[in-house]
C-alpha cells in the first residue's frame, strides 16, 4: 500500500506541483476481468481494506462506513455497482479514496494496477454497440489506449451520483435538514 500511495503522491504533483501536471494521469485498477481508470485529480489516497460498518436499508453497492482518521466516509464496491457479481475480499482488496464534488468516498476496488499516463489523443469514446448488456458502461466516458491495452475511464460522477440522486456524504445531509 506504500508504494502505491508514493506512486499517487509522484503523480499528483504533491512535491509542489500544480494540478496542470496531474493532466492526463489516470490511477488505473482491476475490477473483474477489465481495467478501470479515474483521473488522478479525483484521487486522495489508497488504503487498506478494513473494517465497513453497514448501513441498513441502502442500495447493495453502498457496502457502509469507514471511520478515516476521525472522518466518516461511505464506501461503494466497485464490482457490485458494476454487477459483476459479488468476490472475496483478499489482500490485494484496497480501497480508492476520492474526492467528487465536495464528497469523500471509499472505492472498494479489487487490485490497483498503475497510474498510467494518457494523452487525449488516445481516449476514445466509448462504443455504442452491446451498451444494454453491460451496465457498467454507461459510467465510462472513454476507452484509454495504453501501449497494447485498454482501460475503460471513468466518469466519477456518474458513478456516484447516477440512479442514485441523494447525497452519499451523511455530513451533508445532516447540514441540510
Same mark, same amino acid.
Given at each position: 500500500?506504500?508504494?502505491?500511495?508514493?506512486?499517487?503522491?509522484?503523480?499528483?504533483?504533491?512535491?509542489?506541483?500544480? /494540478?496542470?501536471?496531474?493532466?492526463?494521469?489516470?490511477?488505473?485498477?482491476?475490477?473483474?476481468?477489465?481495467y478501470?481508470?479515474?483521473?488522478?485529480?479525483?484521487?486522495?489516497?489508497?488504503?487498506?481494506?478494513?473494517?465497513?460498518?453497514?448501513?441498513?436499508?441502502?442500495?447493495?453497492?453502498?457496502?457502509?462506513?469507514?471511520?478515516?482518521?476521525? /472522518?466518516?466516509?461511505?464506501?461503494?464496491?466497485?464490482?457490485? /455497482?458494476?454487477?459483476?457479481?459479488?468476490?472475496?475480499y483478499?489482500?490485494?482488496?484496497?480501497?480508492?479514496?476520492?474526492?467528487?464534488?465536495?464528497?469523500?468516498?471509499?472505492?472498494?476496488?479489487?487490485?490497483?494496477?498503475?497510474?498510467?499516463?494518457?494523452?487525449?489523443?488516445?481516449?476514445?469514446?466509448?462504443?455504442?454497440?452491446?451498451?444494454?448488456?453491460?451496465?457498467?458502461?454507461?459510467?465510462?466516458y472513454?476507452?484509454?489506449?495504453v501501449g497494447n491495452?485498454?482501460?475503460?475511464?471513468l466518469?466519477?460522477?456518474?458513478?456516484?451520483?447516477?440512479?442514485?440522486?441523494?447525497?452519499?456524504?451523511?455530513?451533508?445531509?445532516?447540514?441540510?435538514?
Amino acid at each position: 500500500m506504500d508504494e502505491t500511495n508514493r506512486m499517487l503522491e509522484q503523480a499528483d504533483g504533491s512535491e509542489g506541483l500544480s /494540478r496542470d501536471t496531474q493532466e492526463g494521469k489516470y490511477m488505473t485498477f482491476k475490477s473483474g476481468p477489465e481495467y478501470f481508470g479515474l483521473e488522478i485529480k479525483y484521487v486522495q489516497q489508497i488504503i487498506q481494506f478494513q473494517t465497513i460498518t453497514k448501513i441498513p436499508e441502502t442500495e447493495d453497492y453502498i457496502k457502509g462506513l469507514i471511520n478515516l482518521r476521525g /472522518r466518516i466516509i461511505p464506501v461503494v464496491d466497485v464490482r457490485t /455497482r458494476f454487477k459483476q457479481g459479488a468476490c472475496e475480499y483478499n489482500e490485494k482488496t484496497c480501497i480508492l479514496v476520492i474526492n467528487v464534488k465536495s464528497t469523500t468516498v471509499g472505492l472498494i476496488v479489487e487490485q490497483i494496477a498503475e497510474v498510467a499516463e494518457i494523452k487525449k489523443e488516445n481516449i476514445l469514446p466509448p462504443p455504442s454497440l452491446g451498451r444494454a448488456e453491460k451496465a457498467h458502461h454507461k459510467y465510462v466516458y472513454g476507452i484509454g489506449k495504453v501501449g497494447n491495452t485498454v482501460k475503460l475511464l471513468l466518469d466519477p460522477e456518474k458513478l456516484l451520483y447516477d440512479d442514485d440522486p441523494a447525497d452519499m456524504d451523511p455530513a451533508k445531509k445532516g447540514e441540510e435538514e
